[in-house]
């Protein structure tokens, strides 16, 4: 079944760019679903980041847009984030996850099992 | 952006008792609502998608009810692994999708 892996650095410093990617095994990105970034912060609820097709075609969450971009590498099966200009507040827990339902729609499974990333100098 | 409000916040259940969590949305989002269930230190799992579809290798014991803005998962007979918080989310109006705050159910 399906399985996916985030990695990336644990801690960024504040004004500078968060990069994570996400490794999906058995399962080929190019066979299709839309494929997600999501994100706890400590002690908080979830908030959807942002989804990517196979294709390359994105949407984001509005609140984050200006800062985030979401590209898939179909040669290395994976997909990654990049949020820029970061924060205390980007402080959280980052997963990503496989989109299911389509474009118009999107619930989540599996999930990866989730990178913290702290925000502090 | 629709918010999801989930209550309570904490819901103290026996073990072998039923939990009834709530989910209201700010506006109709149809059937397109999930539920999640995520343990400490864990990833959140897909337990229901389109309000009473369980997923894949999800337990009859867990139930799925509602359309609009308001919904309900049912927990019947808890077990000592269904002790979680768990999380909701409307897929309905995009973007974004967004989640509600959790129910943490916990041992009574």
């Known amino acids: 079944q399906v399985q996916l892996q985030e990695s990336g650095p644990g801690l960024v410093k504040p004004s500078e760019t968060l990069s994570l990617t996400c490794a999906v095994s058995d399962y080929s990105i190019s066979s299709g679903f839309y494929w997600g970034w999501i994100r706890q912060p400590p002690g908080n609820g979830l908030e959807w980041i942002g989804s990517?097709?196979?294709?390359?075609?994105?949407y984001y969450n509005p609140s984050l847009k200006s800062r985030v971009t979401i590209s898939v590498d179909t040669s290395k099966n994976q997909f990654s984030l990049r949020l820029s200009s970061v924060t205390a507040a980007d402080t959280a827990v980052y997963y990503c996850?496989?989109?299911?339902?389509?474009?118009?729609?999107?619930?989540?499974?599996?999930w990866g099992q989730g990178t913290l990333v702290t925000v502090s100098s | 952006e629709i918010v999801m409000t989930q209550s309570p916040a904490t819901l103290s259940v026996s073990p072998g008792e039923r939990a009834t969590l709530s989910c209201r949305a700010s506006?109709?989002?149809?059937?397109?609502l999930a539920w999640y269930q995520q343990k400490p230190g864990q990833a959140p799992r897909l337990l229901i998608y389109?309000?009473?579809t369980r997923a894949t290798g999800i337990p009859a014991r867990f139930s799925g009810s509602g359309s609009g803005t308001e919904f309900t998962l049912t927990i019947n007979s808890l077990q000592s692994e269904d002790f979680a918080v768990y999380h909701c989310?409307?897929?309905?109006?995009?973007?974004?999708?967004?989640f509600g705050q959790g129910t943490k159910v916990e041992i009574k």
């Open positions: 996850a496989r989109a299911l339902g389509g474009v118009m729609s999107n619930w989540f499974d599996p």
């Open positions: 389109a309000a009473s």
């Open positions: 506006q109709s989002v149809s059937r397109n």
């Open positions: 990517i097709y196979h294709s390359g075609s994105t």
């Open positions: 989310q409307q897929y309905n109006n995009w973007p974004p999708w967004t």
